[in-house]
């Protein structure tokens, strides 16, 4: 697939347990004024039904400021939703995925590895999420970091289709991703906390002012 069909470099990734009393759609809103492009609506601790509820009310803010948005869940939730596409977990079948929601959305799917990037860019991934790349938290679990060489190895692996490095991606980081052939890439913690603190529009801007400058474009 082409980059063209992919409308943002900053993949934004949602959590709502980080954001205190503030709810999502606010935080995305407050995102969205300040130049957000794209988001997957990431929550897994909520069933179908209220992950569906979520990324309904969360869809006009979408729409309002013209952001590329996927639901990591089911593909008929994220069709129900009005989404942009869905965001298939690793080690998902992006190829049922596209089935179920045509080719006129987007497929994402998420990948720990080399042979699961390629995997899913032959399966019909329209860009693929590899990582952890850096030290992070929130993805221990998914073992050590892949470090830069093999984020290169899997961006190789599945070319044409663009990868997003995910994993402790800071700012100053994201040069190192893009020279290793990353599209742009996927960040958690630093918008989330940006959105739920004390002054959200200004830190909003602030955090993805940086980005911006350093991958050339949200």
């Given at each position: 697939m082409s980059t063209d069909r992919i409308p943002f470099r900053l993949y934004a990734i949602t959590d709502r347990l980080q954001l205190g009393n503030r709810p999502l759609a606010e935080a995305l809103e407050m995102l969205g004024r300040a130049g957000l492009k794209g988001v997957e609506v990431r929550e897994k601790d909520l069933d179908e039904a209220a992950l569906g509820e979520l990324a309904t009310a969360c869809g006009t803010v979408?729409?309002?400021?013209?952001?590329?948005?996927l639901v990591n869940g089911p593909p008929a939730v994220a069709l129900a939703a009005g989404a942009t596409g869905v965001h298939v977990p690793a080690p998902g079948d992006a190829a049922a995925a596209r089935a179920a929601v045509g080719l006129e959305r987007?497929?994402?799917q998420s990948a720990h590895g080399v042979a699961e990037a390629r995997s899913a860019a032959r399966a019909g991934a329209d860009f693929v999420v590899v990582g952890p790349i850096f030290e992070t938290p929130s993805k221990a679990l998914f073992g050590p970091p892949l470090g830069t060489g093999v984020l290169a190895a899997a961006c190789a692996a599945a070319a044409p289709v663009p990868v997003f490095a995910i994993g402790g991606v800071t700012p100053e980081r994201s040069r190192?991703?893009?020279?290793?052939?990353a599209a742009g890439v996927a960040v958690l913690g630093p918008l989330m906390r940006a959105a739920?603190?004390?002054?959200p529009e200004g830190m909003a801007r602030?955090?993805?002012?940086r980005y911006a400058d350093a991958l050339g474009a949200l």
């Open positions: 979408m729409d309002r400021y013209r952001i590329a948005w987007l497929v994402a190192a991703c893009l020279e290793a052939g739920a603190g004390t002054s602030e955090v993805l002012a």
